[in-house]
């Protein structure tokens, strides 16, 4: 069968999200998780550099833009900078966002308590996944929320698995943006473009806004691709 310019370009697209998404979600990992350090953004200005994949939003290129001009002696500054905006947003007297747990966060939107930790763990524990909690996180904080939708896909891009395999991590991921991620996720993304002050963690923003949709749109057509 001869493939079709629209065939070949839906293809292309598939490969450029699955080689980009987990950079995508390692970079809110790594800056949601902890105050950034001067490592992480010498870091990450290496990866959007050199590494064309992390790019998959345009707010990612307009970040990417953002670290490439930065020269090394600007780092410490910049670290100091989005650091004192870690802890103004998520650990002052008065954060902006008082939880980056999904538990604490949906009971603040719903004014009702609520605990998802347990569906949580029962959805880490049936995936055979043991996080390494290195600041005694909960399983609920967005870190790990995140870690997981990271692991499932470096899973699902090993392409000598089963297609049933396939279909069952694609059906976990989506199962898990739907009941969780989604829930909560778009809401902080929402008071991160309004509230945040500096490059980085605005960016973040606009990144979550434009990433989530997109990835849970292409793994229901991935998945439809598979039955």
Same mark, same amino acid.
């Given at each position: 069968?001869?493939?079709?310019? !629209?065939?070949?370009?839906?293809?292309?697209?598939?490969?450029?999200?699955?080689?980009?998404?987990?950079?995508?979600?390692?970079?809110?990992?790594?800056?949601?998780?902890?105050?950034?350090?001067?490592?992480?953004?010498?870091?990450?200005?290496?990866?959007?550099?050199?590494?064309?994949?992390?790019?998959?939003?345009? !707010?990612?290129?307009?970040?990417?833009?953002?670290?490439?001009?930065?020269?090394?002696?600007?780092?410490?500054?910049?670290?100091?900078?989005?650091?004192? !905006?870690?802890?103004?947003?998520?650990?002052?007297?008065?954060?902006?966002?008082?939880?980056?747990?999904?538990?604490?966060?949906?009971?603040?939107?719903?004014?009702?308590?609520?605990?998802?930790?347990?569906? %949580?763990?029962?959805?880490?524990?049936?995936?055979?996944?043991?996080?390494?909690?290195?600041?005694?996180?909960?399983?609920?904080? %967005?870190?790990?929320?995140?870690?997981?939708?990271?692991?499932?896909?470096?899973?699902?891009?090993?392409?000598?698995?089963?297609?049933?395999?396939?279909?069952?991590?694609?059906?976990?991921?989506?199962?898990?943006?739907?009941?969780?991620?989604?829930?909560?996720?778009?809401?902080?993304?929402?008071?991160?473009?309004?509230?945040?002050?500096?490059?980085?963690?605005?960016?973040?923003?606009? %990144? %979550?806004?434009?990433?989530?949709?997109?990835?849970?749109?292409?793994?229901?057509?991935?998945?439809?691709?598979?039955?």
């Amino acid at each position: 069968m001869t493939m079709t310019l !629209e065939m070949v370009r839906e293809l292309e697209e598939y490969v450029r999200w699955k080689q980009g998404r987990g950079w995508v979600y390692q970079l809110l990992i790594d800056f949601l998780g902890n105050p950034p350090s001067l490592s992480l953004i010498a870091l990450w200005q290496k990866h959007m550099v050199n590494r064309e994949e992390a790019v998959l939003t345009q !707010e990612g290129q307009k970040l990417k833009d953002y670290l490439s001009e930065m020269m090394p002696k600007q780092f410490t500054q910049v670290c100091e900078v989005e650091r004192a !905006e870690y802890h103004r947003l998520f650990e002052g007297i008065r954060p902006i966002v008082p939880s980056l747990c999904e538990s604490d966060y949906r009971s603040i939107l719903s004014k009702n308590s609520v605990d998802f930790t347990l569906d %949580i763990s029962n959805m880490y524990a049936q995936s055979s996944i043991v996080f390494n909690k290195l600041h005694h996180e909960q399983d609920d904080h %967005i870190s790990i929320e995140l870690e997981f939708m990271a692991v499932l896909g470096e899973r699902m891009s090993d392409d000598i698995r089963l297609r049933t395999s396939q279909q069952l991590l694609i059906d976990t991921q989506i199962q898990f943006l739907e009941q969780h991620v989604m829930k909560w996720v778009p809401s902080l993304a929402d008071v991160l473009c309004k509230q945040a002050q500096t490059p980085v963690y605005r960016s973040l923003g606009y %990144i %979550i806004q434009e990433f989530l949709p997109y990835d849970i749109a292409m793994l229901r057509s991935w998945r439809a691709e598979l039955d």
